[in-house]
């Protein structure tokens, strides 16, 4: 079977295809080869967006609508910006992709709960950090609204934050492709973050664990203060636990359609949210992401409450470490004193003991 | 810091413990806080050595105390010349040792230098010649000591050394064989620390070199790099191991399981493949049960060889596991496996230059880390048990001279009233009158074992004064933990009601019912799953460490005996709480994380 011009399997992206699957799919991609269990799903590929933009001319448009804007000039930006948004709004999706995604999305299960997220091309890569400017959207029921929130995170690539920082730094707008992954919504009873090293510190012998309650939009959010897990990375071992009031969560409510915010009871508060056992799977899990992308990752899990122990643990999405990955070494060459020399300079200098 | 408020008290202020007035006479004027020196005592700091000499020591047992000192001193200020760092002065109060460890002066550090590197270079540079010739010197010190042996007087000098006009008499054997037996153990704890020091030097010095790379690595992660599987302190257990297999494949588990040593070895003859099995179980003993369940300093240690109940009743622990068809064998291949992962994980994360650094460093530990292990086999296990095993027959022999009721009297005498003791044992055989001593010994015996019954009833403190600015002897670091964060937790310690805080010494987390156990003789108490609660842990209590939840131990640093063992069996352990077995007591609900060296008392 040929793959799909305008939508990929999770299980079917290859490094072929991650120019036309965005960051975050390719990723998803990857994980799925590797073993890493992700909930499953598609990307729409940007040549479904692509497609979108020629077969209504909304090339041209875009341009006529951005010449002339100034970088400088907020309220400029911000015009050109709902401008086009309200353009890629009004269109109905080419045909063939529009079916391309219904039948992807029937394939998952008529009525299934979806996330639609962006997967931009530039978003996710190292050196530009500006994720999560694309928006998400949460528990989507039925074909009518896939297709709808597609076309919202294609339109989403011209909020206002995203052309005013394209145009500060010199990206093309048009050269800016947009995937959207379509991924089964993770009935997640707890969620969070991980991280292959300490952001404080860049200490690259620990994992830490963000976790909170329900979905892990409020921990990304700030709106609720996780638990926090330090894990030793060799040893795997959870060397530090700081227990929060974890007063709110994110849940999906099937009948509503919706993920709503509730109140934690509370019991469940100030109690860790995930067993010790859980936190060395999901220490073992980023630990896994990081030595298959061969640099530190910053990663978005959850554990879903309909599946069983032990084959629970999802990884959301997975990207690398932006802020310690860049700083520089020291430049100075350390010198270490070695045979001899060393022990005599390590006897000489032995444990301070405070006074 | 003022001077003037010292963290801990003088010793001089120090009180005894009711009923333990006038102790100080059991122990000799060096080892004591006299007041004629109040002031240099006062100046320095000293911690408790409860980690070697956990009770208050018998009058006699102080000569592995001054043997002990005496040896390490040497090896740092005499023969290897380590640049910042001479012995450690010692001292007992209230019946406890305490320690300070002596620095040399700033401006004589660099001159010692040179000396240094000629000196332990050549260890370092021929570790494993010199190894060999060291277990020749420590093996044939100990067949000497072996093969003394104390008879009593007879009633009348042989007729053949009057035929061939000897002209001595039987005491003389008596007093040599006594000074050979004390001359000999000094040797042999010149030789316990001819290795040791440099052992632990460079440890430490790849401990700092990849602290200084990873700094918040634990440093269970850095004993891990380092630490052999095969050390021979682990021979013992092993040798049990294999001899319950044995018994199972042979059908002589069955006879093993009940009755007396006697009465079981007696029913396994019986039996059609007996002969076998007890040959394998007379050869493992030597030298496998030459094993104390103490620590080799103390007159009181018990070795398998003298109570082979002790290793009997491991192996009824094993028989049933074995039939169960449990592996109870070491997991070796695991471990080192899991040694090479973690070594090579951290490695990875070093830059190039830096892995070539940590190579050399590592592989100097690990070729002088075994004999830190092995060293205790040798000499506490195996020499020091035939010195204790010796003295014993030499009290026992006194005692039916009529110098004591008991068979361990001589050991509330120290060493040099036992020099008198055989004077008068000798001297009132050739007079032909009673001895002395029956007269004055049992009253005087009975009086020092309520003295140090009193000594025993109260915890020593952690320390004596101020700590000082920098701790630079390579034992107390290593063996004792002592650093800031341990003193921090001695002066603390009171102020958390329903936890304590120790070393996390070995990885994992674990809840489970306290076993708080004060002497090896209670060692049959713990039951599956329990956390054994107790000051301080031997190399010989491994097999019950087969069937514990974790460990947690009052002193004792990484390198502790409780720590190496803990992570050879995958165990948390938090060592060093100070306090702990004290503070618990047995059947509370406790959460031991060996991972942040926390203990939780749940309930």
């Known amino acids: 079977m040929s793959k799909g011009l ?58 006529r609508h951005l010449k002339g804007v100034d970088p400088d000039d907020l309220d400029s930006v911000d015009r050109a910006a709902q401008a086009i948004r309200i353009r890629i709004r009004s269109h109905h999706l080419p045909e063939s992709v529009e079916a391309a995604i219904r039948v992807a999305y029937a394939e998952m299960g008529e009525g299934m709960p979806v996330a639609v997220r962006s997967s931009a091309t530039a978003e996710d890569m190292p050196d530009a950090s500006f994720a999560g400017q694309q928006d998400t959207y949460l528990w989507v029921k039925g074909g009518d609204d896939v297709v709808a929130k ?69 921990v990304v959010s700030g709106i609720v203060t996780p638990d926090n897990y330090t894990v030793e990375k060799i040893l795997m071992e959870v060397i530090d636990r700081k ?22 009871e509370e019991a469940r508060r100030k109690v860790q949210c995930v067993s010790d056992a859980e936190i060395i799977a999901i220490a073992t899990l980023a630990k896994q992401l990081e030595k298959q992308k061969k640099c530190p990752q910053d990663i978005e899990w959850a554990i879903d409450a309909d599946l069983p122990e032990g084959q629970n643990l999802l990884a959301l999405q997975s990207r690398p470490e932006t802020v310690w990955s860049q700083k520089k070494k ?25 006074t | 810091m003022d001077a003037q408020t010292p963290l801990f008290p003088s010793a001089f202020d120090v009180k005894s413990p009711k009923g ?51 040896c390490l001193g040497q090896y740092n200020s005499r023969h290897l010349m380590i640049p910042p760092a ?52 420590v093996a044939g010190a100990t067949a000497e000591l072996e093969a003394l042996s104390f008879a009593p007087l007879p009633d009348v000098v042989p007729l053949e050394w009057i035929k061939e006009g000897r002209g001595l008499d039987n005491t003389n054997e008596i007093f040599e064989t006594y000074e050979k037996a004390i001359e000999l153990s000094y040797k042999i704890w010149q030789y316990h620390f001819e290795f040791l020091n440099l052992g632990y030097a460079a440890y430490l010095d790849f401990f700092g070199f990849v602290k200084e790379q990873f700094p918040t690595i634990p440093d269970q992660a850095i004993a891990k790099m380092v630490q052999g599987v095969d050390s021979e302190l682990f021979r013992p257990d092993d040798e049990l191991k294999k001899l319950s297999r044995l018994a199972v494949e042979l059908g002589v588990d069955e006879a093993l399981m009940t009755g007396s040593v006697e009465q079981s070895l007696a029913a396994v003859a019986a039996l059609p493949n007996g002969a076998k099995w007890l040959a394998a179980w007379t050869e493992a003993q030597d030298p496998w049960f030459n094993f104390t369940s103490g620590n080799g300093f103390y007159s009181t240690d018990k070795y398998w060889k003298d109570h082979l109940d002790i290793p009997l009743g491991y192996m009824r622990d094993y028989i049933p596991r074995v039939k169960d068809g449990e592996t109870i064998e070491r997991p070796t291949a ?37 004999y830190v292990e092995d060293h205790n086999f040798y000499i506490e296990h195996w020499a020091l048990g035939v010195f204790w095993r010796k003295m014993r027959e030499l009290s026992k022999l006194l005692s039916e001279a009529g110098f004591w009721p008991e068979e361990d009297g001589m050991f509330f005498l120290n060493r040099n009233e036992v020099r008198d003791v055989l004077w008068d044992y000798c001297a009132s055989w050739a007079i032909g009158t009673p001895n002395v001593g029956s007269a004055i010994w049992p009253d005087e015996i009975a009086r020092r074992r309520d003295l140090l019954t009193a000594l025993g009833s109260e915890t020593p403190l952690p320390a004596l004064n101020n700590p000082p600015e920098v701790i630079t002897e390579p034992f107390t670091i290593m063996l004792w933990g002592i650093t800031s964060d341990a003193i921090d937790r001695w002066v603390g310690g009171a102020d958390d009601t329903d936890g304590l805080q120790g070393m996390a010494a070995a990885p994992g987390t674990v809840e489970g019912i306290a076993r708080v156990l004060r002497s090896p003789d209670q060692l049959s108490e713990l039951q599956k799953g329990e956390i054994l609660v107790t000051p301080v842990t031997a190399p010989s209590w ?51 994380d060996g991972n942040t060296g926390k203990v939780t008392i749940l309930d």
């Open chain 2, 20 to 70: 333990a007035e006038g102790w100080e006479e059991l122990y000799p004027y060096y080892t004591r806080f006299q007041p004629a020196r109040r002031k240099e005592d006062d100046e320095k700091f000293w911690f408790c050595n409860s980690q070697h000499w956990p009770n208050p020591l018998r009058p006699f047992d102080v000569i592995f105390l001054d043997f002990a000192i005496k």
């Open chain 2, 542 to 592: 491994a097999p019950v460490f087969g069937k514990i939840g974790a460990a947690v131990t009052d002193i004792g640093g990484m390198m502790s005996h409780a720590a190496i063992v803990c992570r050879e069996y995958g165990l948390p352990a938090v060592t060093g709480t100070g306090n702990a077995s004290a503070r618990i007591k047995t059947g509370m609900r406790l959460r031991v």
């Open chain 1, 243 to 264: 227990i929060s009031d974890k007063h709110v969560e994110l849940v999906g409510d099937a009948a509503l359609g919706e993920a709503v915010e509730r109140e934690v």
């Open chain 1, 6 to 63: 305008y939508t990929l399997d999770f299980s079917e992206i290859g490094t072929e295809d991650h120019d036309r699957v965005g960051g975050k799919c390719a990723s998803l991609g990857d994980m799925t080869q590797a073993g890493v269990a992700v909930p499953p799903g598609f990307a729409v590929t940007t040549d479904a967006y692509a497609e979108m933009l020629k077969h209504h001319g909304l090339q041209a448009e875009i341009e």
């Open chain 1, 150 to 218: 597609v076309r919202d995170c294609w339109a989403s690539l011209y909020t206002t934050r995203a052309v005013a920082y394209r145009e500060k730094n010199k990206i093309s707008h048009i050269d800016v492709l947009m995937s959207v992954g379509v991924q089964k919504m993770v009935n997640a009873k707890t969620a969070g973050v991980a991280m292959t090293l300490d952001p404080v510190t860049g200490d690259r012998t620990r994992i830490v664990i963000d976790a909170s309650w329900g979905l892990g939009e409020l």
């Open chain 1, 330 to 354: 020291d430049g100075a060459k350390k010198t270490y004193s070695t045979g001899m020399m060393g022990i005599v300079s390590t006897l000489n200098s032995a444990l301070k003991v405070k």
């Open chain 2, 334 to 370: 695991r471990l080192l496996t899991e040694r090479d992962r973690i070594t090579a994980e951290y490695r990875e994360m070093m830059d190039e230059e830096a892995q070539e650094v940590f190579d050399g460093k590592l592989g100097l530990s690990r070729t002088v880390f075994p």
């Open chain 2, 86 to 137: 001479n012995g450690i002065d010692y001292r007992i109060l209230n019946g406890f040792v305490y320690f300070s460890p002596v620095a040399v002066a700033p401006e004589d550090i660099e001159a010692r230098v040179p000396q240094f590197l000629e000196r332990a270079g050549h260890y370092f540079g021929n570790w494993n010649e010199l190894l060999d010739n060291w277990k020749k010197k």
